[in-house]
């Protein structure tokens, strides 16, 4: 139906295209989340688990003082870190040391191709594997994702991955693929503790579900599952030890001083309430962020497979858990093109929407020719579409990359700076999203803080034993960066480093 050459070119251009925009991004803020990422990774770096605790630690995190308050991070007595899992900041820590942690997405953006091309000719059609990379690599919705330094990518890599070797166990009435994709599904509790146990529903039930009427597998299939569910809890309950002090409290929560994540929530007014608020929106999002007509194929495909029924179920199921998962997030996905939350299972509708296309054109005996010009057609139209989004993410976080710049060009005697939110409902700079600190900030040349209370700024640069800061902002008015100096009087016996 397509030639392998104009598919490979497609997702080689979506790539190039790809490369400058991250490395663009990665100068600026595309989510707070990312800045999050960035610190714990070069905190592994220096092989540290935790930095050093800030003057103001509290064993309380709601008692955490605005000026060092920043977004996604704990301060605790007894260290300084973010409350993500391990997985991608160890990932974005190799990416660092190469000097391109930028690079790791658009690769990994070809992985999910690729894997995903795999699962379709392996397991529905040729057609269906070639159709499925043009029709993900096109979308919006997959560029914003390829282009931040986001755990979403590695975990949806995982997630197809874990998704193939689900089919081949299942397919060829073998143990030891079905043993891998439990280990994966290990793996990415690590990277999206919540995003992995939604996932791990439909991979253990369906693993189970058609191992049902043979006695020996299901046996040997429960043993695996029930040795790798041992270890997740273990490796979850130890990492929770590790940085928490407690076995049962998480980073997440004691973020907040809480002892469950306020990330979810199963109260019906709250539930109702974010819904009502984000539902609408995501979905429009995600709709203008995919193919042309993605999501109808994809529900035809649902509606018309006779052959691989097993297989169309399960991809739906995976898309479908993160969907009603997510529905008990209290937290907006700050995503743009489409929900994030449900990236991981986003190359499942890839591949529905590819066998929906596939069977359309068999079940109407649509010529080649006619089908390669509506082909033509939709991506010229997605070209456009693609073309407005890069431009789009090639200008966001521009606020943060005009900051960095500043303070880049700051004297050598700026050893603390004060970082001065923008003004209004809806500031295009928020100091709380951007954490320059160095993880080892004892000796850094330079401290920087929230600038919370203006009074409060001597009081700080004492707290630090330093005598003078600057403040740099931005004002999202005009556009312009603000630099003012000051100074104080720290008498030594405030010095509380």
């Known amino acids: 139906m397509l030639p392998s050459c104009v598919t490979v070119a497609i997702a080689l251009c979506a790539f190039l295209i790809a490369v400058p925009l991250a490395r663009h991004g ?27 605790p800030l003057p103001g630690a509290s064993w309380s995190g709601k008692d955490t003082p605005a000026e060092v308050n920043y977004e996604n991070h704990v301060l605790l007595p007894r260290g300084w870190f973010t409350h993500f899992p391990p997985g991608w900041p160890l990932l974005l820590a190799c990416g660092y040391a190469l000097h391109a942690p930028w690079l790791l997405n658009p ?5 999910l191709l690729i894997l995903s091309a795999s699962i379709g000719r392996s397991f529905l059609s040729h057609n269906t594997g070639s159709l499925t990379v043009v029709l993900l690599c096109t979308c919006p919705f997959f560029l914003a994702n390829t282009v ?9 890599c995982m997630a197809a991955s874990a998704c193939w070797l689900l089919f081949r166990g299942l397919s060829r009435r073998e143990l030891w693929p079905l043993t891998g994709m439990f280990a994966l599904l290990v793996l990415m509790f690590h990277i999206r503790p919540y995003t992995g146990f939604a996932l791990t529903v439909v991979f253990a039930g369906v693993a189970i579900w058609y191992s049902r009427h043979e006695r020996r597998s299901l046996v040997r299939l429960l043993i695996v599952a029930g040795i790798f569910g041992v270890v997740t809890i273990a490796s979850e309950l130890l990492y929770n030890r590790l940085y928490t002090g407690h076995v049962l409290i998480s980073p997440y929560a004691a973020k907040v001083g809480a002892e469950v994540p306020p990330e979810l929530t199963l109260n019906p007014r709250l539930i109702f309430y974010f819904l009502h608020r984000n539902a609408i929106h995501t979905f429009v999002e995600t709709l203008f962020g995919t193919f042309p007509f993605l999501f109808l194929l994809a529900g035809y495909a649902f509606w018309q497979e006779k052959k691989y029924v097993r297989e169309i179920r399960t991809l739906a199921a995976l898309f479908g858990s993160l969907v009603l998962a997510y529905l008990l997030h209290t937290e907006s996905s ?17 591949l529905m929407g590819a066998r929906g296309l596939d069977l359309l054109v068999e ?15 939709l991506l010229a139209i997605q070209a456009a579409h693609l073309r407005v989004a890069s431009e789009f993410l090639w200008s966001r976080g521009e606020p943060y990359r005009k900051v960095k710049s500043a303070i880049a060009s700051l004297p050598a005697s700026a050893d603390l700076v004060f970082l001065h939110s923008s003004q209004g409902m809806a500031p295009d700079f928020n100091p709380k999203f951007l954490n320059l600190n160095d993880p ?6 330079v401290i920087y803080l929230i600038d919370a209370e203006p009074d409060r700024r001597e009081e700080w640069a004492c707290r630090f034993g330093r005598s003078t800061w600057f403040i740099v902002g ?18 030594p016996a405030k010095k509380d480093v």
Request: charged share 15%; aromatic share 12%.
């Open 440 to 445: 080892d900030w004892r000796r850094a040349p």
């Open 474 to 491: 931005y004002d999202a008015v005009t556009g312009n960066i603000l630099e003012q100096a000051g100074h104080g009087r720290c008498p």
């Open 334 to 350: 700050a995503s743009v093109y489409g929900s994030r939350f449900h990236f991981e299972a986003f190359f499942a509708i890839g």
């Open 148 to 156: 931040r330094m986001m755990s979403h990518m590695l975990c949806a």
């Open 26 to 52: 990665s100068h600026g803020l595309l989510n707070p989340d990312e800045n999050g990422y960035s610190f714990q990774a070069r905190m592994f770096l220096k092989g540290k688990l935790m930095a050093a």
């Open 363 to 377: 079940r109407y005996k649509v010529s080649q020719y006619v089908l390669l010009i509506a082909l033509a057609l």
């Open 107 to 111: 690769l990994l953006g070809l992985v």
